[in-house]
C-alpha cells in the first residue's frame, strides 16, 4: 500500500509509548504497528529491556529473583537502552535510519518516573542524558489511567502482581510522569491520550493524534 501522502519521508519514525502498569501499552503500541504497516510503512516492534545481556539482568531484578536499589536499576535502565540504541543488528538508530518506523513500550520516560520515585529527577534525566541527546521519539504517546483502574486491569489479566504494582506506588508513578513531561516539555513532543476507554476507541484516537503529529513534523 502506498504511504499515506501526509506522512512521507526517507527515515523512520519513532513512537514511544509510556504509561503506568496497566494502561495498555502493549496493546496499543502492537494496534499501531498495524496501522503503520497497512499503512505502508516498514515497522519494527520492540521494548525495554531488551533481551542482551543488561536486560536479562533487569529482568531478574524486576521479577524479584534479584534485589538491587533504585539507582542501580536506572543505571542499567540507562546502559540497556544504549545498546537497543546503537545495536548494529536490531538497533534502533540503525533501523530509523534504513527508513524503519520503530515502536517501542517504555522509553526514558519510564526511568524518569519509576526510578524517580527513589531518587532525585534530574539525577536520573542526567542518567538518561546520552541516550535522549542521542535519539529522541518523533512523539510519545502516553496513555493517561487512574491507578484505581490499572489495579482493576492488573488484578484481571495477571497471574501475579509484582511488589510495586500497588495503588499508592502508581500514584507516585504517574505524578512523576507529569513532573517529567513538564521538565522536559521544550525537549520532548508528549500526546496525553485518555486510556481508561475501550481499547479499540483508545487506538483510534491514537491513530487520529499521531498522524497529524507526525505529518506537522515533516512539514
Known amino acids: 500500500m502506498e504511504r499515506e501522502k501526509d506522512m512521507q519521508g526517507s527515515r523512520g519514525y519513532f513512537i514511544a ?36 545481556p543488561v536486560g536479562l539482568l533487569l529482568r531478574q531484578i524486576l521479577t524479584g529473583r534479584m534485589q538491587a536499589d533504585p ?12 545498546d537497543h540504541l546503537t545495536n548494529q543488528v536490531n ?3 540503525k533501523k530509523i535510519e534504513e527508513g524503519v518506523t520503530v515502536i517501542t513500550d517504555r522509553y526514558y520516560f519510564s526511568s524518569y518516573a519509576y526510578h524517580s520515585v527513589d531518587l532525585p529527577m534530574d539525577w536520573v534525566i542526567q542518567a ?8 529522541r521519539p518523533s512523539v510519545t504517546v502516553f496513555l493517561d489511567i487512574t491507578p484505581e ?7 484481571a489479566n495477571r497471574a501475579h502482581q509484582e511488589l510495586f504494582e500497588k ?5 507516585q508513578v504517574r505524578g512523576k510522569y507529569k513532573e517529567a ?4 516539555k521544550a525537549q520532548e513532543r508528549v500526546l496525553v491520550v485518555d486510556g481508561s476507554r475501550e481499547p479499540q476507541e ?15 513534523g515533516r512539514a
Do not use: H
Request: glycine share 10%; hydrophobic share 45%.
Open 91 to 93: 538497533g534502533i538508530v
Open 181 to 184: 513531561f513538564e521538565k522536559q
Open 128 to 135: 538518561n542524558a546520552q541516550s535522549s541527546g542521542m535519539l
Open 71 to 82: 539507582g542501580v536499576i536506572a543505571a542499567l535502565f540507562a546502559a540497556d537502552r544504549l
Open 149 to 155: 483502574l490499572a489495579m482493576e486491569r492488573i488484578a
Open 17 to 52: 509509548f509510556e504509561g503506568i502498569d496497566g494502561s495498555g501499552k502493549s496493546t496499543q503500541a502492537r494496534i499501531l504497528a498495524e496501522r503503520m504497516r497497512q499503512a505502508g510503512f516498514p515497522c519494527y516492534q520492540t521494548m525495554e529491556p531488551t533481551d542482551g
Open 167 to 171: 495503588k499508592p506506588f502508581l500514584e
Open 202 to 216: 483508545v487506538a483510534d484516537d491514537i491513530w487520529v493524534k499521531v498522524k497529524g503529529c507526525l505529518a506537522r
